[in-house]
């Protein structure tokens, strides 16, 4: 091989080595963080909805108060709301808009979130836990105050009866007795229990309607629904009788109706003020939008490379065989190339993966735990990736480049093409025809005629 065809494989070689190095690392990112199946398979293996759900739903609220008299109406009742189904439904359609915009599928960025469904849930969620909330905390979320009516005080306390029924007939006996002190100096008889009932059959309205005098600030349905239960209680209370489990089913009744108006109310108080679509990026600010059409142009590129770079390596390595003597030589730095290019790839994938995720541990905050791990998972599969894909061209250019050796070596002689032993045969055996009937035509009379 003379000196200018030295140089000319020296020169494809490092080009080749550089285009498999390149093509190497963009394939690796169309594998990864620019695919979003990649990203939201990592999601979901790493629990990442679980772990946004709850991010968010520490930071939410409802209409119900800031603390609320609801149990968690801060953060429970909205964490109920928002459940990890919904945000991996709502995170997997925005990524593939966010990717479509990226990858100059779609010409604007149009995040969207649907609130629709959070809305119906509201008020489900909001029915269940008046249910499940106990009188005490349904009185403050009512607005109710304690009153004392010709000696019978209704307050929290007293409410606290449809815990269970111990409790219900404590509280019973307790009104019975302040009663009898007042009306019949305490004595125990028939006469001074029937001066005590007819006093509290006298009691009972009054004391109904002001203590059924409540404002949940939810309208007046809702107001009429918790004055109702407020009522129970005053019934089990001052009923001459004492009959738990019937005082119980209307109790749970009551619990029911108050529920369900009130999801209803919370709901719609919600259309009044949230959209059935937020679409935050329609708002972005001309700071955040430069750099994401920055982002698109530098995507786009990249992928006109994940098709260009493969196509551009298979033209360079067809070179060698042009500037080559032999086919040893083409195959032996070939697979040299592949060596070089896959080494450094594997390097990095094998020794920083593990340098840049403890930065990220020590860089990330104490809370979101959950969110740093996904976060982590992402990288760690960017990296696995490279270390694979690099380790295939490093074996793979390593064979090549073995095989190339032994056949410039004449360890192994290179394949031999079966199509010229059958055209040579072939215009050897054309040959001796034409011989053959050249003879026989001189032999003939009418070839000497003709001659």
């Known amino acids: 091989m003379s000196a200018a065809r030295r140089l000319g494989v020296a020169a494809v070689v490092v080009v080749l080595t550089v285009t498999l190095f390149a093509g190497n690392v963009v394939v690796v990112g169309h594998q990864t963080v620019l695919d979003p199946d990649y990203v939201t398979e990592t999601l979901a293996e790493e629990d990442g909805y679980e772990a946004i759900q709850t991010e968010l739903a520490g930071q939410g609220t409802l209409p119900i108060g800031e603390t609320g008299p609801l149990p968690g109406s801060g953060t429970e009742i909205v964490g109920r709301i928002l459940t990890p189904e919904y945000v991996q439904s709502q995170t997997e359609a925005n990524l593939g808009r966010f990717y479509a915009y990226l990858h100059g599928n779609e010409r604007q960025l149009r995040l969207v979130v649907d609130t629709g469904p959070l809305k119906n849930r509201t008020a489900v969620v909001v029915s269940e836990t008046v249910e499940n909330t106990s009188a005490r905390e349904l009185a403050s979320f009512a607005g109710f105050e304690s009153r004392e009516i010709g000696g019978v005080t209704v307050d929290e306390t007293v409410l606290s009866m449809g815990e269970d029924e111990a409790a219900f007939r404590t509280a019973r006996s307790r009104v019975r007795e302040r009663v009898r002190e007042r009306v019949a100096d305490g004595e125990q008889s028939p006469e001074a229990d029937r001066r005590v009932n007819e006093t509290l059959r006298q009691l009972r309205p009054a004391v109904r309607e002001r ?241």
């Not at 349905?221 to 019934?235: H, I, K, S």
């Not at 894909?389 to 390593?398: D, E, K, P, R, W």
């Not at 360890?411 to 040579?424: A, H, K, M, Q, T």
């Open 211 to 451: 203590a059924t005098d409540v404002d949940t600030s939810f309208g007046d349905e809702v107001d009429r629904e918790a004055a109702g239960l407020v009522a129970v209680y005053v019934d089990g209370l001052l009923a001459p009788s004492a009959d738990y489990e019937e005082f119980r089913a209307n109790l749970t009744a009551q619990k029911a109706e108050l529920g369900e108006t009130l999801g209803v109310a919370v709901r719609d108080r919600l259309d009044r003020t949230v959209p059935d679509q937020l679409a935050p990026t329609d708002f972005l600010p001309a700071e955040l939008v430069r750099p994401l059409i920055r982002l698109r142009a530098a995507i786009v590129f990249l992928d006109v490379l994940g098709w260009l770079l493969p196509l551009l390596s298979v033209a360079v390595a067809a070179q060698l065989w042009l500037l080559s003597d032999d086919p040893g030589t083409p195959v032996l730095w070939t697979g040299v190339a592949g060596v070089l290019a896959g080494l450094p790839g594997l390097a990095v994938g094998s020794v920083a993966s593990g340098a840049v995720t403890d930065r990220l541990r020590t860089a990330a905050p104490e809370t979101g735990e959950a969110v740093v791990g996904v976060a982590l998972a992402l990288v760690e599969g960017v990296f696995g990736t490279l270390s694979a894909q690099s380790l295939a061209l490093v074996v793979g250019g390593g064979v090549l480049a073995v095989a190339g050796g032994l056949v410039r070596g004449g360890v192994v002689d290179p394949p031999e093409l079966s199509g010229g032993d059958s055209d040579d045969s072939a215009g050897l055996s054309g040959g001796d025809s034409d011989d053959e009937s050249g003879v026989d035509t001189t032999d003939t009379p009418e070839g000497d005629e003709r001659s």
